[in-house]
């Protein structure tokens, strides 16, 4: 699968908050930093950053396939792009019955005021993911699944090399 | 390859559509007593209320069966499998050949047997049909007398107070929604209930129907008369199990499926409310009927089909119910209906005076919760419950209300062998 | 961490956080977990908010910005908001200090003032140092002179600040050498502000030099005034006995608790709470009497003037609402949490905010002026004792309080060693000499909710005790010992080791001394130039078998104090680091290359009985230095958890 994803790396993560932010403001209406926090109705953050046996990690939506919420909804407004393999939810037909906020194991669906919400990958913004834009340190990075694992690996060599033949 | 599927809501569609994603030339027949477009059953009282129309109602587009090149046999029963043809009767004579079957029939509210039953104005609560006829029916009736006080009946309730209507829900049980949840957290809903002008009447049962062909009201048992011109029944549903009578499938209250979805007769599986698998709290095959369920389902069937072996998520009964701003999340074991022996339930309240959780730890396991009012994190909370891991280290948190998916992750990275969703292996994979 | 057997070592605080999360009482701890995680660039020192082309942030681990948009590393990132904690700490004690000489012109104007001179013994003994004569004067003129030349220190610009002269000749040396010898205590703190403006000072170690002149500034300067005069006003401290910690509330009293930093306010309040009409009030209303008593330094400037008990230190001052038997709770200056107000909002506490300089959300606001000072002050306990009938909510007073002895400074501790007979730093600097004393050490510092409340300051007393080691003691760490019955003589029994018990049973002291508030850290340094003068154990304060600790800081006040030591010569072990570890060069500094030119250094420590041993292995290498046996009697090196280190909550 060559779809891409949000991935985290906790010994990057300082636990600024950054991604929070960002996530607020490409969530908002002006999509300006300066007046998001302004706007009537605040726009609510998809990905939250939290303290796990000392490390700093946000985990946020992993895009399930199977989803589980794409399961679970019963109007039919989660839904699985199977190009971009993006899992998110189409406000319009959202009855904000939670069966979704039931059955995510990563809790990464929000119910919000009117609608469930969660990350959608920043589908429609120019630049893509506003949070890994955001985070300067690489806490947070986008890749295919076989690229992460790549990047696991590599981390895993580095910290465990082959003893000398 | 030939794939039936009998029915066309949440498990016939999601199965269908799982066929034709996997396999782009199987041959797919649907056949249904329902011809309509992919309506979602659960947003029938939306419906009923007046707030959204059937269009609105629809999960996937009204083209959806020419779009994934179904060929669809609708407004006809099915009304017997037989098993060593591989074929299905239909109620018009025909039989249908199959290589593979999967069941998603569904179930029939039920009624319950109580003279008066028969008079005109007694509706079910569950499908269109029963939608459409309410609604024309209703356009004269000032008040209606529901049966039942769990989730179908409140739905119907609030939906028909929406509509204008005067409700007077009546409850055999001391509590309403006394399946799921305690006298506690019903009681947040009586209140919100009342303050929405629906009348409740708890510990009243129906003796009879009133009325000479026509609905004009409800006597208990104690002999009180409840004068309406309506009744709707939520009292259950009947799994349609009929078709599989003398047939070899094995059944129990519904069809009874493996973690493949498949039944005891190779080449035929069944999914959605006709199925009865495996509830691994109560550790038994038990009747969960939700529409999630109905969905993974009939997508397991399908990909078991398509030769993926592929099988159910760990489960057992949840639901979401939600009325106006009032929420309610149940899973497992609420304590509610049955006395759980050794299990240590916890209730805490707040912070708003519509908030309440219930716990019930039995042998260092989460085998049930409720919550009412704020529902988030629910995921992680059915995560723990549905897997059955020890959650003693992190009890302290759950009872707190601090349970995110920070406070389960090292209990994730300590039982991978029951949570092995790959999801969750990248999230481990970095952390 | 949020179970409260976790958040304190002290049963008392235990107790009272049930109480106030059973009514549903927000405290310090709630808010600390919420903020979890907190910014780790933050921690580490490397953003910069000082100008608007930022807000910058270095990326620590190389792949984002190493240099804010105006070229700063994270070097030089550090070092400004380093040094620009070290400005807010030396203004704090500094403008306290300033108000105090203010106090005493005052008291010496003319005009019939509520304030006296108390101590004339101290005030002739300031003079003679100033340079003021005595003789033709009466003491108000005398006091009025001495008030104008501290007066003068602030603003002026040349020179050196006037109690510089009391540091050994090595320290002013190497202070000159260094051009860290402060010229005026307002001027040095105006040239951190200057120099960590965008594109001014960019060299790390320049700054840090600035920072170290403004904290000397403010230890040999503003706290030093603060000091001295208060004494002169209220009355050097002499020895007292008291008793510490919540159980000193007293329900059926009208309870009155001062909080902040200036004795101005808080001496009126005890005389205004001593007041016979106003005790006839609290009678008529019901309450047996009128019960004072205090959170955080003004609380421990009026325990060694007065003996008024302790309730409590800085994480405790919410807890000393939820007991619901505090009438009032009168703050003026200084680590008064902005959330007290709101909690009065739930309980029947008035928070009644004195200073134009600080007022609060929902507090009652009685400004005191000096002028009016008896009135205001007998105002403002009239306005706690007309509160006493509205108590609501379950009163909740642990029986927890411990009996303690303060009231040392640097003049009678000389006499508390060597008797009515032999009043000097002599024994003091022979039991050290001799090995019956391995040093002394100063434990000091604030409450932190990143670390659990009292366990640090306790573990470390009690690790350097029972090596021998005299401590002396000020502020929230006073109180903390103070709580654990360390301030009785008795301790030196449980706790000393074999040669610090002699020396307590010996003249009847208790191992851990209580020299005051936390400007009285001034009074240490004293003790240090005294024993360097009087000999045998080197030329320098950085001769001197002796360390300093704040094991649970957390104010910029602290970081002022902790410069202020380090800069005099005196190893500094903290329990919670400086917020410079995003930087190699400024950590290295600060915990090495700063000993090439003070002979102090800081170490950043967090387990406590590391910290003690980090601070016995340095007195030792100091003992080694003198050419000194080692200690009288050895301690086998056995290093116990803190959990060994509980504090044993004395309740008599």
């Known amino acids: ?165 | 390859m030939k794939v039936v599927i009998i029915g066309n809501h949440a498990a016939g569609i999601s199965a269908a559509e799982t066929l034709r994603r996997g396999d782009a030339s199987c041959q797919i027949v649907m056949i249904s007593t329902e011809d309509t477009p992919p309506y979602s059953r659960c947003l029938i009282p939306m419906l009923v209320s007046g707030e959204k129309s059937l269009r609105e109602i629809l999960y996937r587009p009204a083209t959806f069966y020419d779009d994934m090149n179904i060929e669809t046999m609708f407004g006809v029963e099915a009304i017997r499998i037989l098993v060593k043809e591989k074929a299905v009767l239909l109620s018009d004579g025909r039989q249908i050949g199959y290589d593979f079957l999967i069941i998603a029939n569904g179930g029939t509210p039920s009624l319950p047997r109580i003279p008066g039953i028969e008079n005109e104005g007694v509706f079910g609560f569950r499908g269109l049909d029963d939608a459409q006829r309410i609604i024309e029916y209703c356009e004269n009736v000032e008040v209606v007398g529901v049966l039942g006080g769990g989730l179908v009946g409140l739905k119907a309730a609030v939906a028909l107070n929406k509509r204008g209507k005067k409700v007077k829900v009546i409850v055999g049980s001391p509590n309403v929604l006394s399946q799921i949840i305690g006298p506690h957290e019903a009681g947040i809903y009586e209140r919100y209930l009342s303050e929405l002008g629906i009348e409740i009447m708890m510990r009243t049962n129906p003796a009879a129907v009133l009325g000479d062909g026509q609905v004009e009201g409800v006597e208990s048992t104690e002999g009180l008369k409840i004068p309406c011109q309506m009744v709707v029944v939520g009292k259950g549903v009947d799994a349609n199990r009929a078709l599989v009578h003398d047939t070899g499938i094995k059944t129990e209250y519904g069809v009874v499926v493996d973690d493949h979805c498949r039944t005891s007769v190779p080449d035929v599986y069944a999914a959605g409310d006709i199925a009865q698998s495996r509830d691994d709290v109560r550790a038994r095959l038990w009747m969960n009927s939700l529409w999630p369920f109905a969905v993974e389902e009939g997508r397991v069937a399908a990909e078991n089909v398509l030769g993926w072996d592929t099988t159910l998520r760990p489960r057992t009964s949840m639901n979401s119910f939600t009325v106006g701003e009032l929420c309610l999340i149940t899973c497992g074991l609420t304590g509610a209906r049955e006395e759980i022996e050794g299990a240590e339930e916890i209730t805490t309240t707040g912070p708003g005076k519509n908030d309440g959780r219930r716990f019930v730890v039995k042998d260092n396991r989460l085998v049930g919760f409720a919550l009412v009012g704020d529902v988030r994190h629910a995921g992680v909370l059915t995560s723990l419950v549905t897997r059955g891991v020890d959650v003693s280290g992190i009890k302290d948190e759950i009872i707190t209300g601090r349970y995110s998916f920070s406070t389960i992750l090292p209990l994730v990275r300590d039982n991978p062998g029951k949570f092995t969703a790959p999801e969750y292996h990248e999230v481990l994979g970095s952390f | 961490m949020s179970n409260p057997q976790e958040r304190s070592t002290d049963k008392a605080s235990v107790e009272v956080l049930k109480h106030a999360a059973d009514q549903g009482l927000q405290v310090a701890w709630d808010r600390y977990d919420a903020m979890q995680p907190q910014c780790g660039f933050g921690e580490l020192g490397i953003c910069c908010r000082n100008c608007t082309m930022g807000p910058c942030r270095i990326d620590p681990f190389g792949e984002g910005p190493s240099e804010g948009i105006c070229g700063a590393t994270a070097d030089i990132i550090a070092a400004r908001n380093l040094i620009r904690m070290i400005a807010s700490g030396a203004s704090a004690h500094s403008d306290h200090g300033r108000d105090v000489a203010h106090t005493l012109l005052v008291a010496t104007g003319g005009e019939k003032s509520d304030y006296q001179i108390k101590d004339e013994n101290k005030l002739r003994a300031l003079a003679a140092e100033l340079g003021v004569k005595t003789d033709a004067k009466d003491i108000p003129a005398v006091g009025r002179e001495v008030a104008e030349i501290c007066f003068r220190q602030f603003g002026q610009q040349d020179g050196e600040v006037v109690f510089t002269a009391r540091a050994p000749e090595d320290q002013r040396r190497r202070w000159k050498n260094a051009r860290v010898m402060p010229r005026g205590i307002d001027r040095e703190i105006v040239e951190i502000m200057h120099r960590t403006h965008v594109g001014v000072d960019n060299d790390p170690v320049n700054l840090i030099l600035q920072g170290c002149r403004a904290a000397l500034a403010d230890g040999w300067g503003g706290s030093m005034i603060a000091t001295e005069l208060s004494d002169v006003l209220f009355r050097t401290p002499d020895w007292v006995v008291s008793r510490a910690n919540l159980g000193v509330l007293d329900p059926q009293a009208v309870n009155i608790i001062v909080h902040g930093h200036e004795p101005t306010l808080s001496e009126m309040i005890v005389a205004a709470s001593q007041d016979k009409e106003l005790l006839q009030l609290a009678k008529s209303k019901g309450a047996k009497g009128i019960n004072l008593a205090g959170i955080c330094c003004t609380a421990n400037e009026i325990l060694m003037r007065h003996g008024i008990p302790l309730a409590g230190n800085f994480l405790q001052q919410e807890l000393a609402l939820a007991t619901n038997v505090v009438e009032a709770m009168v703050v003026d200056v200084q680590c008064i949490f902005p959330a007290l107000g709101k909690l009065t909002q739930k309980v029947h506490t008035k928070l009644i905010s004195t200073s134009p300089k600080a007022k609060f959300p929902y507090a009652e606001h009685i400004e005191f002026q000096e002028s009016r000072a008896y009135d205001i002050a007998k105002k403002i306990v009239q306005t706690a004792i007309e509160n006493f009938p509205n108590r609501k909510g379950a009163p909740k007073v642990p029986k927890q309080s411990s009996p303690l002895v303060a009231g040392f400074t640097a003049e009678n501790i000389f006499s508390a060693l060597g008797g009515r007979y032999r009043p000097s730093y002599r024994p003091l600097n022979e039991a050290i000499i001799s090995g019956r004393l391995r040093g002394v050490a100063g434990v000091v510092g604030c409450n932190n909710p990143k670390h659990r409340h009292d366990a640090g300051h306790v573990a470390i007393t009690k690790e350097l005790l029972a090596n021998d080691v005299l401590v002396a003691t000020t502020g929230c760490t006073a109180i903390a010992d103070a709580k654990a019955g360390l301030l009785c003589p008795e301790a030196a029994e449980e706790f000393a080791g074999e040669g610090l018990r002699e020396i307590c049973r010996a003249v009847g002291i208790p191992p851990v001394l209580h020299l005051g508030s936390c400007v009285d850290n001034s009074r240490i340094l004293v003790v240090l130039a005294n024993m360097v003068a009087e000999g045998g154990l080197g030329e320098s304060i950085a001769d001197l078998p002796v360390a300093g600790s704040a094991p649970e800081w957390m104010s910029e006040k602290a970081v002022a104090i902790g410069f202020y030591v380090v800069v005099s010569g005196v190893y500094t072990v903290l329990g919670e680091p400086l917020p410079v570890e995003g930087s190699s060069q400024v950590t290295k500094f600060l915990t090495e290359g700063i000993e090439d030119l003070f002979g102090g250094k800081f170490a950043f420590e967090a387990d406590p009985i590391k910290a003690a041993r980090l601070m016995i292995d340095h007195i030792d290498a100091k003992r080694a230095a003198l050419h000194l046996p080692g200690p009288m009697y050895e301690v086998p090196y056995a290093p116990r958890t803190v959990e060994a280190a509980e504090p044993a909550a004395a309740v008599r």
């Open chain 1, 1 to 165: 699968m060559g779809k891409s994803k949000i991935y985290f790396d906790s010994e990057k993560c300082l636990g600024c908050h950054s991604c929070e932010f960002a996530c607020a403001v490409a969530h908002s209406v002006s999509k300006d930093p300066h007046k998001a926090h302004l706007e009537d109705e605040l726009p609510i953050r998809r990905r939250n950053v939290e303290l796990v046996e000392g490390a700093c990690l946000t985990v946020g939506c992993r895009h399930c396939d199977p989803a589980p919420c794409v399961d679970a909804c019963m109007a039919g407004a989660m839904q699985k792009n199977n190009e971009t393999g993006v899992v998110s939810c189409n406000l319009d037909q959202c009855v904000a019955c939670w069966m979704c906020v039931m059955v995510c194991p990563f809790d990464a669906v929000q119910p919000g005021k009117v609608h469930a919400l969660k990350c959608d990958m920043c589908d429609q913004r120019e630049g893509g993911p506003a949070c890994v834009e955001a985070c300067i340190t690489g806490g947070l990075f986008e890749a295919t699944p076989q690229q992460f694992v790549e990047t696991v690996q590599a981390r895993k060599k580095t910290r465990n090399p082959e003893p000398e033949k």
